[in-house]
Nanobody
């Protein structure tokens, strides 16, 4: 089983920065994609950014140029540096680890609240 533990959420003023961290533990296949999703009240969960174990990144258009995803494969950790935060970035942010074998396995963290005040 895989466990994901997030940290780093909080309350910040618009224009500020936050850094989210996520550590994975358990039986982790070395070739995987880690990412961050978010869900605002009344909205569907959406991809924010992802990064493969090879370092290929993908960002939602709404965060390009403001957020940076990175990972430490030795620590099975993923990070999200969020700069120039906007009130519309307010959401619960979830860490995700995806492994595609014969089946796609998705693992989720418990979520961390990010609130950006105007």
């Amino acid at each position: 089983q895989v466990q994901l533990v997030e940290s780093g959420g909080g309350l910040v003023q618009a224009g500020g920065s936050l850094r989210l961290s996520c550590a994975a533990s358990g039986r982790i296949f070395s070739i995987n994609t880690m990412g961050w999703y978010r869900q605002a009240p009344g909205k569907q969960r959406e991809l924010v950014a992802s990064i493969t174990s090879g370092g290929t990144t993908n960002y939602a258009d709404s965060v390009k140029g403001r957020f940076t995803i990175s990972r430490d494969n030795a620590k099975n950790a993923v990070y999200l540096q969020m700069n120039s935060l906007k009130p519309e970035d307010t959401a619960v942010y979830y860490c995700n680890l995806a492994v595609r074998l014969a089946t796609l396995y998705n693992y989720w963290g418990q979520g961390t609240q990010v609130t950006v005040s105007s």
